[in-house]
Antibody
């Protein structure tokens, strides 16, 4: 069974870079799925951040593209998110996710439990 | 950019049918996915590709998509269906393709 586990600091200072990692178990990150990050500010809706394929191909949300970097580490079976120059509006629960096998337009099949990241000095 | 519009809230009595809409320009030409999210939990896929149900999702959940509106229908609503529901598409119509979520609909079971 696929399991996704986010990890990273729960508190980030304004203007710093938010860094999160998603450890994947029960499934190979080199499979034909897209791996992604989705966030949810407290009390608000879902916002897609981006997808990455194990080969390194990416799609990013245009509104965040200038600040987002995603990467894959196949040796550790994990993938990562970096979001630079954060402000309070970046405070959210961050989920890592995997799409159904195949295309990037497939739905998210599995989600991590989510991790709350607060941006505050 | 592509916009998906959902009603903020829908209320329904137990045993009745709930319909949650997701509006978008010519959404009928896209594939729509629906997620259920209960408080404090990650979302769960309940309908994909307009009307397919993942294994483990009750037959009471169904979906349709035509024209400018996609609809998630929940028949014989139960108290356990109370949750937030989000529609989602892949927008390939712009220079920056990507995932778009609707704003979400809170389903209240009276």
């Amino acid at each position: 069974q696929v399991q996704l586990q986010e990890s990273g600091p729960g508190l980030v200072k304004p203007s710093d870079t938010l860094s999160l990692t998603c450890a994947v178990s029960g499934y190979s990150i080199s499979s034909s799925n897209w791996w992604g990050w989705i966030r949810q500010p407290p009390g608000k809706g879902l916002e897609w951040i981006g997808y990455i394929y194990y080969s390194g191909s990416t799609y990013y949300n245009p509104s965040l593209k200038s600040r987002v970097t995603m990467s894959v580490d196949t040796s550790k079976n994990q993938f990562s998110l970096k979001l630079s120059s954060v402000t309070a509006v970046d405070t959210a629960v961050y989920y890592c996710a995997i799409t159904k096998s195949g295309s990037y337009w497939n739905p998210v099949d599995y989600w991590g439990q989510g991790t709350l990241v607060t941006v505050s000095s | 950019s592509y916009v998906l519009t959902q009603p903020p809230s829908v209320s329904v009595a137990p045993g009745k049918t709930a319909r949650i809409t997701c509006g978008g320009n010519n959404i009928g030409s896209k594939s729509v996915h629906w997620y259920q999210q209960k408080p404090g939990q990650a979302p769960v896929l309940v309908i994909y590709y307009d009307s397919d149900r993942p294994s483990g999702i009750p037959e009471r959940f169904s979906g349709s998509n035509s024209g400018n509106t996609a609809t998630l229908t929940i028949s014989r609503v139960e108290a356990g269906d109370e949750a937030d529901y989000y529609c989602q598409v892949w927008d390939s119509s712009s220079d920056h393709p990507g995932v778009v979520f609707g704003g979400g609909t809170k389903l209240t079971v009276l």
